[in-house]
């Protein structure tokens, strides 16, 4: 199957209000101007160099998403253009966005990444990380971020019952954060969960932004 074949099955598949973003990391500028053409406009990378550089090359109505682990140190090269953050795993990388937006002019969307899986290695706050954060004068003071809800990503498994579980969870983290500090922010609304092998599952439990690479663009 095409790029086009493979994104129209999938957007197909997804119910209205679920956003599709289309994950390019160690894809051509070839294969993304094919998802493109076939009027995809929403794509993600994980690798701030990589993103940059197809920032410059491609399209500039692209809408970039960075969706992988973020260092402090290299925010500066994609706070002038990013649309979306999604991988904010702590509040020093929230504060350096947040410093790194104003120098720009621009209020950066921002998710907060939760560790919903049962590996170590996964990136992400727990549920008492964020609560502390959000309740702290130091979060108050932030200006230049905008956060627009949670992301997760679920254990690598074939047990399904887990995985469902785990973006259970983090819906009802969402609904909760959503109600004890962002009733009356209607920007805070997206739960970024869901790639290729498990997006639908994330859909069912209510995902709102699916991170797909491998069933658009093919194995990498
Ligand atoms: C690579 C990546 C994806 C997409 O993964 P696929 O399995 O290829 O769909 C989604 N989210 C993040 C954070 C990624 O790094």
Redesign the pocket.
């Known amino acids: 199957m095409t790029i086009a074949q493979n994104l129209k099955k999938i957007k197909s598949s997804l119910p209205e209000g679920v956003k599709l973003v289309a994950?390019s990391?160690f894809k051509s500028n070839e294969d993304i101007l094919e998802a493109y053409q076939a009027r995809q406009t929403v794509f993600g990378e994980?690798r701030v160099q990589e993103l940059t550089e197809k920032y410059e090359q491609l399209p500039k109505d692209i809408e970039w998403h960075m969706?992988?682990h973020l260092q402090t140190n290299k925010v500066k090269y994609i706070v002038p253009f990013v649309h979306l953050i999604?991988?904010v795993d702590g509040f020093k990388l929230l504060k350096e966005i947040d410093k790194q937006a104003l120098k720009v002019g621009r209020v950066q969307n921002c998710l907060l990444q939760i560790h919903i899986a049962q590996e170590e290695t996964k990136f992400g706050f727990d549920r008492e990380e964020v609560l502390q954060m959000l309740t702290s004068a130091e979060f108050a003071a932030l200006q230049n971020i905008q956060l627009c809800g949670v992301m997760g990503?679920a254990t690598l498994t074939d047990d399904k019952e887990q995985v469902h579980k785990e973006f259970r969870g983090l819906k009802q983290l969402f609904s909760e954060l959503k109600q004890s500090h962002f009733a009356l922010n209607d920007s805070f609304k997206e739960i970024s969960m869901g790639?290729?092998?498990d997006y639908v599952i994330a859909v069912e439990e209510g995902s709102t932004l699916v991170?797909?690479?491998?069933?658009i663009f093919g194995v990498r």
């Open positions: 994950v990391k994980n969706v992988g999604h991988g990503m790639m290729s092998g991170r797909i690479g491998s069933s």
